[in-house]
């Protein structure tokens, strides 16, 4: 069936360099993207979204790149730190229209080595 | 920073017992949402309310389970009689209308195991 998925489960990456996380989709209804942090024992932290008419947008350290060609999704943060340490789950809007149903992927777990 | 709690933090029940879980908003979101995390996965909607009203539970078990939110702020979600592979994280989050522009504020979840 349809669903949200991800390329890696895990990514280990040493402090100070990019990190990049990957998701792949197969709604192409799918219009609108969120990335969250999970950080062990917490709820899921918003990062940054998208919308399906955008290709990029930047947020404080962290970029996401939309390629609806191959139906590709991506998180870059720029010089990881210990504290992005975390779960990091893709979402998408599956329901259209201007009331949106989340559907969430299983997560990379991203481990900054010191 | 507004937050959205949750209580109780863990919970452990035994098979066929009934469980509840508590959940307080933002104050002023009017879209409450329950999600359920398997240890792994993403989470999983399970109902979503627009004040007071349900506005999607195709994915809640009904026979077992239960949510309300009868005065359009707090909610419960009940579980009863509790089985085995109820046992996850189940998170409540809040938004200020459901929008697309308005995102998913999530609480510390409550973890429930059953034994």
């Known amino acids: 069936g349809e669903s949200v998925g991800l390329h890696l489960p895990t990514l280990s990456v040493q402090e100070g360099d990019n990190s990049i996380i990957n998701c792949a989709y197969s709604?192409?209804?799918?219009?609108?993207f969120i990335w969250y942090k999970q950080e062990s024992g917490k709820g899921p932290q918003f990062i940054i979204d998208i919308r399906s008419n955008m290709d990029k947008r930047q947020g404080q350290r962290v970029t996401v790149l939309l390629n609806k060609t191959v139906k590709h999704l991506s998180l870059q943060i720029a010089a990881t730190q210990p504290g992005d340490s975390a779960v990091y789950f893709c979402?998408?809007?599956?329901?259209?229209?201007?009331?949106?149903?989340?559907?969430f992927g299983k997560g990379t777990l991203l481990t900054v080595n010191p | 920073e507004a937050e959205v709690a949750q209580s109780p933090r863990y919970k452990i029940t035994e098979k066929s017992q009934a469980v509840a879980f508590w959940c307080d908003p933002i104050?002023?979101?009017?879209?409450l949402y329950w999600y359920r995390q398997i240890l792994g996965q993403g989470p999983e909607l399970l109902v979503q309310?627009?004040?007071?009203?349900?506005?999607?539970d195709s994915q809640l078990p009904k026979d077992r389970f239960s949510a309300e939110r009868l005065k359009g702020v707090d909610s419960t979600l009940k579980i009863q009689p509790a089985e085995l592979g109820d046992s996850a994280m189940y998170l409540c989050?809040?938004?200020?209308?459901?929008?697309?522009?308005?995102?998913?504020?999530f609480g510390n979840g409550t973890r429930l195991t059953v034994t």
């Open positions: 979402a998408e809007n599956r329901s259209g229209g201007s009331n949106y149903k989340l559907t």
């Open positions: 104050s002023g979101h009017a879209t």
């Open positions: 709604n192409s209804a799918s219009d609108y």
């Open positions: 989050a809040s938004s200020l209308s459901g929008q697309r522009s308005s995102p998913l504020h």
């Open positions: 309310f627009q004040d007071e009203s349900v506005v999607d």
